[in-house]
């Protein structure tokens, strides 16, 4: 029997995250920033409209509770809002005060949904008299798919009974909102919480834009390196070549050496190059010093053999 194949990589779940780590979070923040953002707004406006209608109908006890949980919508879009700006500016102190305001935002979208269910099955005949009250002599207008079907006028009977439907169809749903609303505010704040993560790592990808760009004809390369040879096509990037050196220098030097009367180095005597033998005047003596008397030899000046002392020159 053969075995299995050892499985290759990390495991789904954790290959998953590294591949979602390697991009950048920022556009990820930015949309779920403004979709909390937006879903707080619209929320808010519905209690604070609730509260006049409460107060209308003489429930203090309603009016009460809906302008708590229009403020605490009211803060999440506040939040949200300093959310759009750390994300689109990418700072690390305001990435780190949204990452934690995030967890602050989760913590208040769990508490709405809290406070809903218990005003839903606490004040029921407050919530029911409200409604009542509300829709009695109001027209309803019946509506589906393809626009409306139907419209009738309410009375005090009626009204209770459309009070009664919709308060049992909202028993179920206020609890499927909280628990899909506190999942995707810990959701969201997650996501916040992994921005910071990279901002805070250099080698993410939310960096790159924030890394300072090298000036130069070739940004691409490094300044202690050479650019590539690309003349042919980009020859603005040759460096030219140094001007060529000039003329030889042809002013006299600084210091020359002095020179005898007769135009010899110093310690050289004229009379050295008697008999065509180096320093001396005959073949025993080779040495600097004997001076010896000048070449009587007609003719020019005769080049003296200082290779063999002893013998003759057998050429000369």
């Known amino acids: 029997m053969e075995r299995a194949p050892i499985p290759q990589g990390q495991p789904p779940p954790y290959a998953f995250v590294t591949r979602v780590y390697r991009r950048n979070l920022r556009p990820i923040v930015l949309a779920t920033t403004i979709m909390a953002g937006v879903w707080s707004l619209f929320s808010g406006i519905g209690f604070f409209r609730s509260v006049s209608i409460y107060h209308d109908n003489q429930e203090p006890k309603l009016a009460t509770f809906a302008l708590v949980l229009g403020i605490l919508c009211m803060v999440v879009v506040a939040i949200e809002a300093f959310g759009i700006f750390a994300a689109a500016t990418s700072r690390l102190p305001a990435v780190r005060a949204y990452a934690y305001l995030s967890m602050v935002v989760a913590l208040i979208a769990a508490a709405t949904g809290i406070i809903r269910i218990v005003v839903h099955y606490s004040l029921k005949n407050e919530l029911l008299d ?52 506190t999942f995707l505010a810990v959701f969201f704040s997650l996501i916040g919480l992994n921005f910071l993560r990279q901002v805070l790592d250099p080698s993410s990808p939310a960096n790159v834009l924030r890394e300072p760009r090298q000036r130069g004809p070739n940004p691409n390369y490094p300044s202690h390196y050479n650019g590539p040879y690309n003349g042919p096509y980009n020859p603005q990037s040759q460096y030219p ?76």
């Open 130 to 181: 409200a409604c009542t009250n509300t829709t009695n002599g109001q027209t309803v207008v019946y509506s589906g798919w393809w626009g409306p079907i139907e419209s009738d006028t309410l009375d005090r009977d009626d009204a209770a009974a459309f009070c009664k439907h919709y308060y049992d169809r909202d028993s179920w749903s206020v609890i499927v909102s909280f628990l899909i609303i």
């Open 241 to 316: 070549y140094p001007p060529p050196n000039g003329p030889p220098y042809r002013g006299t030097d600084a210091f020359v050496p002095p020179y005898d009367a007769g135009g010899m180095p110093p310690g050289y005597n004229r009379d050295d190059a008697k008999d065509g033998y180096g320093f001396g005047g005959d073949r025993g003596s080779m040495y600097k010093g004997d001076v010896v008397d000048e070449d009587t030899r007609p003719g020019p000046p005769h080049e003296s053999d200082v290779t063999s002392p002893r013998t003759g020159n057998p050429f000369r």
